[in-house]
Nanobody, 130 residues
Framework: QVQLVESGGGLVQAGGSLRLSCAAS????????MGWFRQAPGKEREFVAA????????YYADSVKGRFTISRDNAKSTVYLQMNSLKPEDSAIYYC???????????????????????WGQGTQVTVSS
């Protein structure tokens, strides 16, 4: 099975920055795409950012575009989420997800569909204070 481990969360002042990491492991791991989702207390999980692994093409939720950047380290099978200009509204548990199967709809919106992802990490807490 694939294991995803997030790290890098914490408490930060509004306007500050954090970089989340998601390390993937598994003897047969082969990612089609990696994504970041977040869930605030009492809220549904929502899409944040995603990357098509093969091409490196990235996708962002409108709420974070221009502030967050998803990137990768191929050698480490790790995806990052650089979060700048953080706002209290960004406070949530952030989850890393991996899609291992090809999806023809990925580039036209499937990247934001949590049901398309096969594996999920435990999450890392991000708290942005005012």
């Amino acid at each position: 099975q694939v294991q995803l481990v997030e790290s890098g969360g914490g408490l930060v002042q509004a306007g500050g920055s954090l970089r989340l990491s998601c390390a993937a492991s598994g003897r047969t791991f082969s990612a089609y795409a990696m994504g970041w989702f977040r869930q605030a207390p009492g809220k549904e999980r929502e899409f944040v950012a995603a990357m098509h692994w093969g091409s490196g093409i990235t996708y962002y939720a409108d709420s974070v575009k221009g502030r967050f950047t998803i990137s990768r380290d191929n050698a480490k099978s790790t995806v990052y989420l650089q979060m700048n200009s953080l706002k209290p509204e960004d406070s949530a548990i952030y989850y890393c997800a991996a899609e291992t199967e090809r999806s023809r709809s990925f580039s036209i919106g499937g990247y934001a569909d949590q049901t398309q992802y096969d594996y999920w990490g435990q999450g890392t807490q991000v708290t942005v204070s005012s």
